[in-house]
T-cell receptor, first 113, second 112 residues
Framework: DAGVTQSPTHLIKTRGQQVTLRCSPKSGHDTVSWYQQALGQGPQFIFQYYEEEERQRGNFPDRFSGHQFPNYSSELNVNALLLGDSALYLC????????????FGSGTRLTVV | QKEVEQNSGPLSVPEGAIASLNCTYSDRVSQSFFWYRQYSGKSPELIMSIYSNGDKEDGRFTAQLNKASQYVSLLIRDSQPSDSATYLCAVIIQDSSYKLIFGSGTRLLVRP
């Protein structure tokens, strides 16, 4: 039973570019949450997708957007990259919006130069 | 005030000792609390969850919840060098989404 799969594992982008990160949830999970974790910090909640809609959003600018597909997989898009966007991006899936059973992927390490 | 607060550490303990990690939370959060372990460069791994006041034990780990004082702690008995990691306290924010919110983490170093 595959867990949460994220791609790519590492990425280097130039300031001002756009990036798309991908997440496939654990089998049986339909809710996907995205987190940004800067070095030395805890994961910061970006947003959560359920039934193909953004349900909750953390304190992140509109440059951060997402999408959830009918198969529950999800994408995180970041436009106009800044140096401060360099971080580990984590995807977590759960079986239902009100569930406590979060499973995390291995993350995508984004470096903006 | 942050929703979840932790001392960043590092907390240094000798091998075999008890490591005590603490976390405080604000009124907004729900009554569901989690401890995650994160090795450097890796994703968080759930090690304990606790929902009721009191203690919950799982092997060398004990989670303690005190709702009146709004804190949750994690005790690690017989600490091993392999326990050296960052420990993240997380809570479920009980609004329409039940989103999981993390503290900044406490770095634990277990000295051989």
């Amino acid at each position: 039973d595959a867990g949460v799969t994220q791609s790519p594992t590492h990425l280097i982008k130039t300031r001002g570019q756009q990036v798309t990160l991908r997440c496939s949830p654990k089998s049986g999970h339909d809710t996907v949450s995205w987190y940004q974790q800067a070095l030395g910090q805890g994961p910061q909640f970006i947003f959560q997708y359920y039934e193909e809609e953004e349900r909750q959003r953390g304190n992140f600018p509109d440059r951060f957007s997402g999408h959830q597909f009918p198969n529950y997989s999800s994408e995180l898009n970041v436009n106009a990259l800044l140096l401060g966007d360099s971080a580990l991006y984590l995807c977590a899936s759960s079986p239902g919006q009100g569930s406590y059973g979060y499973t995390f992927g291995s993350g995508t390490r984004l470096t903006v130069v | 005030q942050k929703e979840v607060e932790q001392n960043s550490g590092p907390l240094s303990v000798p091998e075999g000792a008890i490591a005590s990690l603490n976390c405080t939370y604000s009124d907004r959060v729900s009554q569901s609390f989690f401890w995650y372990r994160q090795y450097s460069g890796k994703s968080p791994e759930l090690i304990m969850s606790i929902y009721s006041n009191g203690d919950k034990e799982d092997g060398r780990f004990t989670a303690q919840l005190n709702k009146a004082s709004q804190y949750v702690s994690l005790l690690i008995r017989d600490s091993q060098p392999s326990d050296s990691a960052t420990y993240l306290c997380a809570v479920i924010i009980q609004d329409s989404s039940y989103k999981l919110i993390f503290g900044s983490g406490t770095r634990l170093l277990v000295r051989p």
